[in-house]
């Protein structure tokens, strides 16, 4: 049987490389700029381990519809401790759409908007709430 295992995620945006400042102020993300071998250049992102690939969309290229719809909703990010990233987060400007909650016993989250329809929530999970 084949096993699958995670490799990037891949998102569109207008302006790619301030997506990836935002990510990188807001998240720690480390900035990957090369060249494609199109010649074309790109931007990806690195958080943690998680690829980010950040795709131009041309002005023809519709905005994502509003929330909640269909497909990917959102992407989440674990942390220690909610309120603390919340609170390092709203410091840099950081738009909640939802503020630290506790889901169900064990697991508190959030919601954060992010520059071009992107939806990030952040968790802070206790072991036995996986």
């Not at 997506?19 to 700029?33: H, P, S, V």
């Not at 023809?60 to 509003?66: L, V």
Request: aromatic fraction near 8%; charged fraction near 25%.
């Amino acid at each position: 049987m084949t096993t699958y295992k995670y490799d990037h995620m891949h998102l569109r945006s207008r302006d790619p490389m301030a997506t990836a400042q935002y990510f990188e102020k807001m998240f720690g993300a480390t900035i990957l700029e090369s060249v494609q071998t199109d010649g074309q250049s790109r931007i990806d992102i690195d958080i943690n381990g998680l690829l980010i690939f950040l795709a131009k969309a041309n002005e023809n290229t519709p905005d994502g519809p509003s929330v909640p719809y269909v497909g990917l909703d959102h992407f989440g990010l674990q942390v220690d401790d909610i309120e603390q990233a919340a609170s390092e987060l709203k410091a840099k400007g950081a738009e909640f759409v939802a503020e630290p909650y506790q889901l169900r016993p064990g697991l508190k989250i959030a919601f954060v908007n992010v520059p071009g329809n992107i939806r990030v929530e952040l968790l802070e999970r206790e072991r036995s709430a996986l």
